[in-house]
């Protein structure tokens, strides 16, 4: 029986909401939202609702504010993710999950590849969707990690760089490049187009989570 938990953890004098869809299982993920990129828009929709018919507890990280937007980048980068770790360690310390996802988006992907160069979390899968490889730092950060998961990018993203992807083919990550995507990974204002795209997304972003074990006979 799933349930929707509103919740909050505090820091300092911060208060940090996130939703948990809630469940028995013993397996989490956590989504990280992009700035203007939230929680109901399709590609986290949809990747809640496959994970939940899959009984899988949803976290969904509020952590972006406007204080956030006025900061230098890189105290920026360390407030977002004290403030997203904040949140792990509490649901963590709960009681313990025994497979961690991740999902991020655009400036999400920011603390997630923080975590990810620090070697947190390494059985996690992980999946940057439209992440910023204009930055070297983070590109270098993806390209050392040895997470296994998904990135996605289109090349009509302001933040798409082919040399970049090239590089983050170092990690263990599957990568997809969109043809003719924009930074929400829609074709221009073409429905039917970003719809396939979105399909072919979510089909991969399954794959990757829930990769299928062939049994030797």
Do not use: W
């Not at 972006?64 to 509490?90: H, K, T």
């Not at 070697?119 to 070297?136: H, I, N, Q, S």
């Not at 003719?180 to 396939?196: M, R, T």
């Amino acid at each position: 029986m799933m349930e929707i938990r509103r919740c909050e953890t505090r820091l300092d004098d911060l208060t940090i909401a996130y939703n948990h869809y809630y469940s028995d299982s013993d397996e989490i993920c956590f989504m990280l939202s992009g700035a203007g990129y939230a929680y109901d828009h399709p590609y986290f929709y949809f990747s809640r609702m496959m994970l939940l018919k899959r009984g899988v507890n949803v976290i969904e990280i509020q952590y972006v504010s406007d204080d956030l937007f006025s900061m230098p980048d890189e105290q920026g980068d360390a407030e977002m993710s004290r403030r997203i770790e904040a949140v792990i360690g509490d649901v963590l310390r709960a009681r313990s999950y025994q497979t961690i996802h991740f999902i991020a988006k655009s400036l999400g992907t920011v603390p997630l590849v923080s975590m990810m160069h620090r070697g947190m979390f390494p059985e996690a899968r992980v999946v940057l969707l439209t992440p910023l490889l204009k930055d070297p730092a983070i590109v270098e950060a993806i390209a050392n990690s040895r997470h296994y998961g998904l990135l996605v990018i289109g090349d009509h993203d302001r933040q798409f760089s082919p040399e970049a992807l090239e590089r983050c083919g170092n990690s263990n990550l599957v990568l997809e490049q969109i043809k003719g995507a924009n930074h929400s990974l829609d074709i221009d204002f073409d429905v039917k187009p970003s719809l396939q795209v979105l399909g072919q997304i979510m089909q991969r972003i399954e794959d990757v989570l829930f990769p299928v074990t062939v049994k030797e006979n």
